[in-house]
C-alpha cells in the first residue's frame, strides 16, 4: 500500500483501497504486455506462442516480480517499466522474451497499467458508494420529522430535520458515484504510441494493435495518443478529491454532531471501537475523523496531479513522474473513504431526544425568524425585525423565557396574542419545504 501498513486502516482501508496498491499497479503492467502480445499475435505480428508463452506463465503464477527490485530501477531509469521487462525476460522462454514490448514505450505501459488500477478502484469505491447512499436514504426516511437545529457558522439557527440533512449528505454521494462513473466511462483509455506517439515502429498496423489492446483490456480507444495531453489522469484525480471533499464534509458533519456538548449521534461499533489511551470513558468517532482525515490530504494530491498536466513536447521530463503517485493515492483515500463512510452511515446512532432538547436550549430564540415572519403583517418587516432583536436581547441579558419576553411587548402581544405566538415558536410549523426536498432527494437516488 502506498500508504504503508501503520496507516493502512485509515488511509488504505477496504477492497477499493487495494485495488491501488503498488502490488496491483505491477500486475496491471504485466496484463497490458500480456494484452499487447496477444494483439500482435492475432494481427500476425508476432507468433502465438509468444502470447501463450505470457499468459501460461501468469495464470500457472510462474511470474515473480520483487518489489523491491522494481523500485531501485525505478531510480536508476525513472520508470518501473525496464525492470519489470528484464524480470519478465529472465522468467519466459524465447518466443514471449523476444516479443514483449514490441511497438511500445514504457510510457504506454505505464500509463495503460494506471487507467485498469483507476477503473478497477472506481468499481469498488462506487460499490461501497452505493451502500453508504442507501443508509444516507434510510437515515433520510427514518427521521423526516425528528426536528433537529440548523446550525450556520457553528450556532444555532433555525429547525430542520435531521432526515434532511441525511438527504443533503445522499445527494452528495449519489452526485459523486455519477462523477466518478462519468470519469470511469469516458476517460479511462489505452495509451499506445511508442516513443513519440507516431507508432512508426509498427508500420501502418499501429492503430489495429491499439484498438485491439483497448478491446482486450475493456478500457477506450483514444483518436490519438495522450502522453503529454493528461487530461484523463487529471479528471480522475478531479472526480477522486470532489468525492472526499463530500465524503469529509459528512465527516466533519458527524465529528460536531458526536461532540460531548451536543451528542445528537454516535458512532456504532463494536467494544473498543473510539476507544482511547488513557481516559477509559471516551468513545471517539474515529469512521468520521478518518473522513475527514482522508478528504484533508485531498487537495494537495489533485494540486500536484494538475500542476503535472504541463509537460515537455512528447514525453514530460519529471511531471509525469510527479503525476503516478498523487493519482494512485488519491484512488487509495477515495476507496478509503467509501468505505468508511459505508460502516459510518450504517451504524450511525440518532438522538432524537437529544435534538429536541437542544432545540429548547436557546430558550425558544432559534425560532426568532418565525416570530419575525409572523409580526410583518401586522408591524411590517423592519419593525418586526426589529421588535424580535430588542426581545431576543432581553431575555439573553435577563435570562427569562424568549416567550415571555415577546409578550411583554405591547406590539407583539397586541399583533399576535399567546396563541399565535405560539404557533410561531413552534418548531413543526416552520419547517418550509424540508419534507418535498426528503422526496426530491430520495426520488433521484432511486432513480440512479
Known amino acids: 500500500m502506498g500508504s504503508g501498513r501503520l496507516f493502512a486502516g485509515l488511509f488504505a482501508h477496504g477492497d477499493a483501497a487495494a485495488q491501488a496498491s503498488d502490488r496491483t499497479l505491477v500486475e496491471a503492467m504485466v496484463e497490458v504486455e500480456a494484452a499487447l502480445l496477444e494483439a500482435l499475435a492475432d494481427l500476425k505480428l508476432a507468433p502465438a506462442e509468444a502470447s501463450h508463452e505470457l499468459s501460461e506463465a501468469v495464470a500457472a503464477g510462474r511470474i515473480e516480480l520483487d518489489l523491491d527490485e522494481l523500485g531501485r530501477a525505478t531510480g536508476e531509469q525513472g520508470t518501473p517499466i525496464p525492470g519489470l521487462l528484464r524480470a519478465l525476460r529472465r522468467q519466459l522462454p524465447g ?52 426536528i433537529a437545529p440548523g446550525r450556520t457558522l457553528l450556532q444555532q439557527a433555525l429547525p430542520l430535520t435531521f432526515g434532511l440533512k441525511a438527504a443533503m449528505w445522499l445527494t452528495g454521494i449519489d452526485g459523486s458515484i455519477e462523477g466518478l462513473r462519468a470519469v470511469r466511462d469516458r476517460e479511462l483509455a489505452v495509451q499506445f504510441g511508442g516513443a513519440v506517439g507516431t507508432l512508426a515502429s509498427l508500420g501502418e498496423r ?48 458527524v465529528v460536531l454532531l458526536a461532540q460531548t456538548e451536543v451528542a445528537e449521534v454516535a458512532e456504532g461499533g463494536g467494544a473498543g471501537r473510539g476507544g482511547s489511551s488513557t481516559m477509559p470513558h471516551k468513545r471517539n468517532p474515529v469512521g468520521a475523523i478518518g473522513l475527514v482525515a482522508c478528504a484533508q490530504r485531498a487537495p494537495g494530491l489533485v ?13 514530460g521530463a519529471g511531471a509525469w513522474q510527479a503525476e503516478w503517485e498523487p493519482l494512485l493515492e488519491l484512488l487509495r483515500l477515495t476507496g478509503s473513504g467509501a468505505a468508511m463512510a459505508r460502516e459510518l452511515l450504517t451504524g450511525l446512532e440518532v ?3 437529544k435534538m429536541h432538547a437542544d432545540m429548547d436550549a436557546t430558550g425558544g430564540l432559534v425560532m426568532s425568524e418565525s416570530v419575525a415572519a409572523a409580526l410583518a403583517p401586522s408591524l411590517g418587516r423592519a419593525k418586526a425585525q426589529e421588535m424580535v432583536e430588542q426581545a431576543a436581547r432581553r431575555s439573553v441579558e435577563n435570562g427569562c423565557s424568549f416567550r415571555d419576553v415577546l409578550l411583554e411587548l405591547p406590539e407583539v402581544s397586541d399583533a399576535l396574542g399567546p396563541e399565535k405566538l405560539d404557533a410561531a415558536l413552534d418548531p413543526a410549523g416552520y419547517l418550509g419545504v424540508s419534507a418535498e426536498l426528503i422526496d426530491r432527494a430520495l426520488a433521484a437516488h432511486r432513480g440512479r
Open 95 to 146: 518466443a514471449a522474451s523476444s516479443h514483449l514490448h514490441t511497438g511500445a514505450t514504457s510510457q504506454d505501459v505505464l500509463d495503460t497499467a494506471i487507467m485498469l488500477v483507476s477503473r478497477r478502484a472506481i468499481d469498488a469505491a462506487i460499490v461501497d458508494l452505493g451502500g453508504a447512499a442507501d443508509a444516507c436514504a434510510a437515515l433520510a426516511e427514518c427521521h423526516r420529522e425528528t
Open 206 to 253: 499501429g492503430l489495429d494493435v491499439a484498438a485491439a489492446m483497448a478491446e482486450r483490456l475493456g478500457l477506450a480507444e483514444p483518436s490519438v495518443p495522450w502522453h503529454t495531453i493528461r487530461l484523463r489522469p487529471a479528471r480522475v484525480a478531479a472526480a477522486s478529491g470532489a468525492t472526499l471533499g463530500v465524503l469529509g464534509k459528512i465527516g466533519r458533519d
Open 303 to 315: 494540486a500536484t496531479v494538475m500542476a503535472a498536466m504541463m509537460q515537455e513536447h512528447e514525453r
Open 351 to 353: 438522538d432524537s431526544e
